[in-house]
């Protein structure tokens, strides 16, 4: 069994701020990870995914996330955000084996710019 | 290329009715995956079809139910419905199950149980 942890359920930043959200898993298996994006009333958009090879993996709208083995971690990051970005980020996992390819989610953290 | 194509995109229904919702996968997308999405329980796995055949299944009572058609569109159904289903059913295509490291998802289906 997987499953995923979001840290920060909200995180309020201001435009042109870094910010970081942090997403921790659990699995027996190896896994393929995540992040997913979620505008108000709209379905999930992919922003980035690890499936090997580099642990840094760069996305759409300029995030990248960082696979970190040992600590089980896959947080996601963006250097200066925008306004634009205010909405519900989803970190998720799958198996990369086996035949049973559904995917995990953590909670979500919602983030909101401010001017 | 259309995207995914979810309908209708909200219902209002009473408690004790049953509901069918539908899904078109992308054009030669043959996998269609479910999910529940609400606030307390966040994103759930409901089921996945492959060529008509569901390989998965979430953790979900038997009123929740689906199918999939030759052309791939999917279609779930809730029976008997109670307050605890309102939610936002999300569907995910793929080319094939062991590719939805490219899940493309639908916009969704709002149910509202009153």
């Known amino acids: 069994a997987q499953s995923v942890t979001q840290l920060d359920s909200q995180v309020p930043v201001f435009e042109e701020a870094p910010v970081e959200l942090r997403c921790n898993y659990s699995?027996?298996?190896?896994?393929?990870l995540f992040w997913y994006v979620q505008y108000p009333n709209q379905g999930l958009q992919l922003l980035l995914k690890y499936l090997s090879g580099s642990t840094l993996v760069k996305g759409i709208n300029g995030f990248e996330a960082e696979f970190n083995k040992s600590q089980t971690s896959f947080h996601l990051r963006k250097p200066s955000v925008h306004i634009s970005d205010t909405a519900e980020y989803f970190c998720?996992?799958?198996?990369?084996?086996?035949?049973?390819?559904?995917?995990?989610f953590g909670k979500g953290t919602l983030l909101t710019v401010n001017p | 290329k259309a995207g995914v194509t979810q309908t209708p995109r909200y219902l209002i229904k009473t408690r004790g009715q049953q509901v069918t919702l539908s899904c078109s996968p992308i054009?030669?997308?043959?996998?269609v995956s479910w999910y529940q999405q609400t606030p307390g329980q966040g994103l759930q796995f409901l089921f996945e079809y492959f060529s008509e055949t569901q390989r998965n299944k979430g953790n979900f009572p038997g009123r929740f139910s689906g199918r999939q058609f030759s052309n791939s569109r999917s279609e779930m159904n809730v029976s008997t419905l109670e307050l605890g289903d309102s939610a936002l059913y999300l569907c995910a295509s793929s080319r094939a199950p062991t590719d939805n490291t490219e899940a493309f998802f639908g916009q969704g289906t709002r149910l509202t149980v009153v």
């Open positions: 054009s030669g997308h043959r996998s």
């Open positions: 699995s027996s298996v190896s896994v393929y």
């Open positions: 998720a996992v799958r198996s990369s084996g086996g035949s049973n390819y559904k995917l995990t």
